[in-house]
């Protein structure tokens, strides 16, 4: 039983656990708060420390295309549209001159886009905010009739730019104050009741008109002055374009006297020209034939001449080698025949001193063998003994 208890106090607290956990999801999400881009966000409520005290002493917090934290329980969140609207301004006036006049304005306004503005506007139109449309409505008229209450209508007319630039200018500070901002404000229209506008062209258009008039009047007097010097220049060309034809038609008449009396002659010169046409052209045929000739038998006659003289001035050089090998063989033979000669002469003279040599040998060979012999026969006349001891030891 008490394993149970425990168990089931377990569930309970795990239970309550989520169910604060989800409490928190849903206040956490509904907490974060978002300004759309055309829209402030106002949180008031809890002071916010941080919050810094911008020329009021709201503390107020002001999110301006941006999330912000929100506590439901101690802070409210609030909206200012931050889109710009049209606001048309319809007045009647009396200007400087003492015209009375109507007049039509477009102005576009807003709230401005920094937090000290936005809190102006959330002070004063936060719940009442189609209120800004005719608050903008009395502060331009008021300003309309100040400014065209300086101004003469022809400076209204004229320069409506700076006109409506003035207007705004005037009408800024007290918008400012609201925290409105004028973004920009045209001059739609300008009447009036009684028909000062309508009549004030009136000289300028009367001065136009006359001014058209005459133009016109000197316009068409030019035109007749110009038509009449036309005619002139006209008649002053019709009468050259005669005078020009008699003098082609004389020019005419006299080339064909000229062509007529030419045709004889011109086929004399035509005859004359195919004469020398037909020479040119003779003298074109011997030119042709002279270089034929030239083709045909000069040239082969000078190639014969050409190889007669080559092969002649070969022959001539043959016969020269020839005639000069001749000679050199001529010499050759005269020198190698000296040449025997000397060695005939060497020859006899070597053989003379060979025989002399020869001779002397064999003279001194005999000499020697009769020496020899000599002593051959002294040896002989010795003792056997002498002689037999003398050879045992050869």
């Known amino acids: 039983m008490i394993i149970g208890g425990t168990m089931v106090i377990v569930l309970i607290a795990g239970a309550a656990v989520v169910l604060l956990l989800i409490a928190g999801f849903i206040f956490y999400t509904k907490s974060i708060r978002f300004a759309k881009p055309n829209e402030a966000m106002l949180i008031t409520g809890k002071s916010d420390p941080n919050t810094t005290n911008e020329t009021s002493d709201d503390q107020s917090r002001v999110i301006i295309n941006n999330r912000a934290f929100v506590n439901p329980i101690t802070e409210r969140v609030s909206h200012i549209s931050l889109s710009s609207r049209q606001v048309e301004v319809t007045i009647e006036a009396i200007s400087n001159n003492g015209i009375q006049l109507k007049l039509t304005g477009v102005a576009q306004v807003k709230v401005g886009g920094d937090k000290v503005s936005v809190r102006k506007a959330a002070q004063r139109f936060l719940d009442q905010q189609d209120a800004i449309d005719h608050y903008t409505q009395e502060t331009l008229s008021g300003s309309l009739r100040s400014i065209v209450g300086t101004l003469s209508v022809d400076a209204i007319i004229k320069d409506r730019a700076q006109f409506a630039a003035s207007v705004k200018e005037e009408a800024e500070h007290s918008m400012t104050n609201q925290g409105l901002v004028i973004d920009t404000f045209q001059i739609k229209s300008v009447d009036d009741t009684g028909g000062y506008l309508k009549n004030l062209g009136r000289p300028e258009a009367a001065l136009v008109a006359r001014n058209a008039s005459i133009a016109e009047a000197n316009s068409q007097r030019e035109a007749a002055e110009a038509k009449a010097l036309a005619d002139q220049k006209t008649a002053e060309a019709e009468q050259k374009l005669a005078l020009r034809r008699a003098e082609l038609k004389q020019e005419t008449d006299a080339r064909q006297a000229e062509a007529d009396a030419a045709g004889p002659l011109a086929q004399a010169d035509q005859q004359e020209a195919i004469i020398l046409k037909n020479q040119q052209v003779v003298a074109r045929q011997a030119e042709l034939r002279e270089k034929e000739l030239d083709i045909e038998v000069r040239k082969p006659a000078d190639a014969a001449k050409y190889k007669v003289e080559t092969e002649a001035a070969a022959d001539l050089s043959r016969r020269t080698r020839i005639s000069e090998a001749t000679k050199v063989e001529a010499a050759a033979e005269l020198e190698t025949r000296k040449l025997r000669a ?23 060979i005999n000499k020697i063998r009769g020496l020899a012999e000599a002593e051959v026969t002294k040896s002989q006349g010795r003792p056997r003994r002498t002689a037999s001891s003398t050879r045992q030891p050869s």
């Open 342 to 364: 000397a060695g005939n002469e060497v020859e006899a003279q070597a053989l003379a001193a060979a025989n002399t040599a020869k001779g002397n040998a064999e003279t001194e």
